[in-house]
C-alpha cells in the first residue's frame, strides 16, 4: 500500500483519506499507481460522527470514479469535492418534487425502548408496517400508547425475532461487544468487505451500444449503483412488480437517468419480456434479500451480476431482509454515535450510499478486467460489510489516544498532549501545573 503522499493528497487532506481510497481500490485489485490520480478539494468538516464517515464517503466515491476512468481509458486527474460528497450521501434528504418535501422515515421507523433497551424498527413499506403490528399482537388502527405499552413488555431479542416471524424488520439495538459475539457479527468478521469472481471461461459479451444494465434493487443502495452507471452512460431499466413498486420519494431520488417497467415474472409473457432482456444485458444488478430471485434462472454467460444484500448470504441472518439504519442498529454503530445511554444514528445512510459507489466500481472493474480476459463475472456485497470495513478498517478519532496524566502539586491531572510534535521535538511540558503563586518571581538559573 502507499502511504498517500502523493498528488492524491493535495488540498492539506489527512494521510486518513489517500490510505481510504488506496485500501478500497486494493480490495478492488485496481492498480495502485492510478490512486495518485485522484484530487480532493471542498470544504472540511463534513459528515461529522464518532466513526470516520467521511472518510468512507470519500473513499467510495474515488474508486468509483477511478473505476470509470479506467474503463473509459481516460487519463483523469478524478476530482472528489467533499462538499458534492456530503450532499450526495444525503441526497433523498435534499430532495423535493415540486416543492414538497420528502418524508424519509414513517411512524415507528425509529429506535423505540423495549422492556430491557431498545430496538430499531422499521415500517416505511405497508407489508413491514402490518408485520411490527402484528408482531406487538395489535391491529393497525391501535393507539400509539398501545404500540408503546406493548413494546415495554417484551425484551429486544424477543420482539427482534416476533417481527421478523411475521414478515417485518426490527433488530435488536447492540453493542459492538455484543454484535461481535453474535453468530451473524462473527460471520461477517470473517469475510472480505466484498467479493469479485470469475465463474467461467465465457467471452465477454458483444456491446455494440451503451451499456445494459438491468436494474432489480431497492431503496438506497442498489439504486444509488446503478444510477451512478446512468450518470457514466449506461442504459439503465429498473424492473418492479406491478403490485410493490418502490416509495415515490425513493424512486424519485434514484430514478435519474434510468428509465422504469413493471413485469410479474410468475406471469409467462412478462417472465418471456424478461428473459429476452436478460439475455441482451451486459449487467444485472440485484438488490432483493439472498434466496427471493432463486426460482428465476438469471445466469446468462459473459453477463456481469452484482448482489446486494444486507447482511450477506450467509449465516443465521442470510435470507433476512434489512435496512442502512437496522445494520447501524445491530452491529453497534448506534451505540458508538449514542450519548447517555441513548442510541444514535450516522450523519448519512452512509452504509447504503457507501456500498453504492462501491457496487459500481466493483461492476466497472469487473466490464474491465472482462474485456481483457472474458468470463462471467459475480460481484457480492453486503451492508454489514461496509459497516464492518468503517467501523474495523478505518482509523478512528479517540480522545484517550491523546491524553495523559501528571502528578504535581495539584493531584493527578489529566490532560490534553500538545498537538505540537515534529521529528527531534519535546514529547510533553517538562513540569506539571503547580499552585497558583507558588513559584518565586525570579528566572530559573542555569
Known sequence: MGDGTGSGMSNGMSNTVGSATELLWAVLDGDPALTDRVEYTGPSGLL?????????????????SLAAVEQAGLPGPVRVDDGAVATAFTSERHLSVDRRRPVNFAKFSSCLRVGDGWIRGHANYPHHRAAFYTALGLT????DTAVYDALRERT????????????????AVRTPEQWAAHEQGREVAARPLLTRERLDEAPPRRRSGPLRVLDLTRVIA??????????????????????NPELPDLHADAAVG???????????????TFDELLDAADVLVTGYRPGALDRFDLYRPGLVTARLSAWGDYGPWGGRRGFDSLVQAASGIAVVEGAEEEPYWLPAQAL????????????LRSLTEQDRDGGTRLVRLALAQTGHWLTHALPRYEPERYVTETEGPLGRVRHALSPVAYEGGPAGW??????????DPAWLTA
Open 48 to 64: 461529522a460522527a464518532r466513526l470516520p464517515v467521511m472518510d468512507l464517503a470519500r473513499a467510495t466515491v474515488a474508486v468509483c
Open 140 to 143: 393497525e388502527d391501535a393507539p
Open 156 to 171: 429486544a431479542v424477543e420482539l427482534e425475532t416476533a417481527v421478523y416471524a411475521a414478515g417485518g424488520c426490527a433488530v
Open 222 to 243: 442498489g439504486p444509488v449503483a446503478t444510477r451512478t452507471l446512468a450518470l457514466l452512460g449506461a442504459d439503465v431499466l429498473r424492473i418492479d412488480p406491478p403490485g
Open 258 to 272: 434510468k428509465r422504469s417497467a413493471a413485469l410479474d415474472l410468475d406471469r409467462p409473457s412478462d417472465r418471456r
Open 352 to 363: 447504503d450510499h457507501g456500498t453504492g459507489y462501491l457496487l459500481a466500481a466493483a461492476v
Open 430 to 439: 517538562s513540569r506539571p501545573p503547580g499552585l497558583p503563586g507558588a513559584d
